[in-house]
């Protein structure tokens, strides 16, 4: 291995790999008319059936408005398609259509590509530790994600009830 700054930026190096996969990714997709945000979305749909607009909108980190304007394109050229929320009759669910499928191989094999060349003159224990390693950060970030969450909420319920309290009303 290389001798490394001791002050090198995992949040940064993650970052930068993955814009430049991004990036390579998008170079190979573009000749299908996709938009980056149009794969994106479609990619995030295949693995996401059924999901809801505003669920996707966050897991793409985009506002709710702009996902419904990039559904209505996805829609237009027939790759997916809004259903009716069975258990909420103002909302709609998303799924990838039949015409959408083959698409999506074609950007399966072409995602396929990239991750190679990615990880090109890595052996096959590299790459499954290099996995094992970015999903345990993951998973650990997600905890500690998940715990902030909850004692921020917490905060927020014990500063609401006495609040309220205060004013003479509750909300328990």
């Known amino acids: 291995m290389k001798n490394r700054d001791p002050d090198t930026n995992l949040g940064l190096l993650v970052h930068d790999v993955a814009r430049l996969m991004r990036a390579n990714f998008h170079r190979r997709v573009q000749p299908l008319g996709f938009t980056q945000a149009q794969w994106r979305a479609l990619f995030h749909l295949s693995r996401n059936e059924g999901i809801k607009q505003v669920a996707l ?98 905060r927020l319920d014990t500063t609401a009830k006495s609040s309220s309290k205060k004013r003479g009303r509750s909300f328990v």
């Not at 259509?97 to 090109?120: C, F, S, Y």
């Not at 890595?122 to 715990?147: F, P, Q, V, W």
């Open 57 to 154: 909108a966050e897991i793409l980190e985009v506002q709710p408005i702009t996902l419904a304007r990039l559904v209505d394109r996805l829609e237009e050229a027939g790759w997916a398609e809004r259903r009716p929320d069975p258990d909420d009759r103002r909302a709609f669910q998303l799924y990838v259509t039949a015409k959408g499928q083959p698409v999506l191989e074609e950007i399966r094999g072409l995602a396929t590509e990239t991750r190679e060349e990615a990880m090109k003159g890595m052996g096959r224990s590299d790459r499954e530790y290099l996995l094992d390693l970015l999903t345990a950060t993951k998973d650990n970030l997600l905890r500690a994600e998940t715990a902030a969450t909850e004692v921020k909420g917490n």
